[in-house]
């Protein structure tokens, strides 16, 4: 075949979107019930939002960001993640001006230009939400029971909440200089990967995959040990309503990770991670993270505002979720087969009747045999099959065959009346 999806890229067909449609319906009625609204944003910012925001030090910024020059030259970025922008749109629309706090959430596409493997896709699916204008515990405590109540209501149990605080920015300072004496002598031990990002921003390391950094960060310094007064209150705040919260979430364990900081240079305080228990070939690591990013928005041009938010992955979702866990939607409330032309114009009114009040009609083609035609309505998996001839038309009067139990159902020629029989038969 001459042309393929893109590498790192996939195709949402009819078989699948089943599966993915529940999951964006779980999102939006989950983010709705804590009183979060909807918002969307461009597939495509300036390439300065994201190099301000991520970090000109982070992977995203220097490998895996896809950026082009438009015909004005102007340099744009197709959308890594979704923080930064919702933080743009809630500053280029006076959103700071709306009672606080402000709470959006957003399910968009998101593309990062790294190795495709399972879960893990150049252009990939998020649900997130994102809480502005509160800066207390009770706000990040809000947004991690949210997307508990979201990954339970999909079904997921046995995971563990990883939590952890990199203090407020005069206690990351103060961390940041002690990571830097304790690593300077060390430098040298690093792979070339992490060296050259310890030139450029020395806490970055702390989020490598490398054998020999994981080894030298063991005893280094955390950000844990920095936190100030004002910090340290908040995460003692914070652990004690998550550890009262998730009681009520079914086998969820807590870990204090004081090594977990996240990927992007943005976050404050708060961070955490959501994953399986009990990982599986299929599962994710990590299925759902965020924290807080008190200093972001004024980072990009708006006003002090403290924020906090949370990602998750759909594709991640998809594979760690029973693929039966949904029912299986019927493509097809009724199929009619018409024996003639005339009653194909008759049965043709009836589908556009039946269609404005929901009901799922195939009216099937007239250039098909009989035989093939029932077999297609039994293929595409229709609840019910009707046949229209001359004979039906006269005698006003058809009968609706279920086809899972071979019943026939007899009405009159009526939309109201079929209308019925489907309803109360289906």
Known sequence: MEFKAPRGTSDHIPEMINNWNEIERIARETAKSFGYQEISTPIFEQTGLFKRAVGEGTDVVQKEMYNF???GGNELTLRPEGTAPVCRAFIEHGMHNLPYPVRL???????????????????????????????????????????????????????????????????????KKAFINYFNPKKNNLPEI???????????????????TKELISDSPKPIDFLDEESGAHWEGLLKIVKQSIIEFENVTLEVDFNLVRGLDYYSKTVFEIEPYDKSEKSQSSILSGGRYDNLVSYIGGPDTPAAGFGSGIERILLSIDENLFE????????????????????????????SRNIIVVNSSRDKSLKSQMRYANQIKSKFLMVIGDNEISNNEIELKELSTGKNIKSKLDIE?????????G
Request: proline share 3%; charged share 30%; hydrophobic share 35%.
């Open 105 to 175: 959430f957003y399910i968009e596409p998101m593309f990062r230009h790294e190795r495709p493997q399972s879960g893990r896709m150049r252009q990939h699916h998020q649900f997130g939400v994102e809480v502005f204008g509160d800066s207390s515990p009770e706000s990040d405590s809000e947004i991690i029971i949210l997307a508990l109540t979201y990954l339970e209501k999909l079904g997921l149990k046995n995971l563990k909440l990883k939590l952890n605080s990199i203090g407020n920015k005069n206690s990351r300072e103060n961390f």
């Open 194 to 212: 992490d060296k050259k990002k310890f030139d450029i921003n020395p806490i970055r390391i702390l989020d490598s995959k490398e054998k020999i």
């Open 69 to 71: 020059k438009d015909l």
């Open 417 to 425: 009346e079929i209308y019925s029989k489907l309803k109360s038969n």
């Open 328 to 355: 299986k939607d019927n493509l097809t409330d009724l199929t009619i087969i018409s024996l003639t032309n005339e009653a194909w114009i008759e049965s043709n009114l009836i589908c556009n009747k039946l269609r």
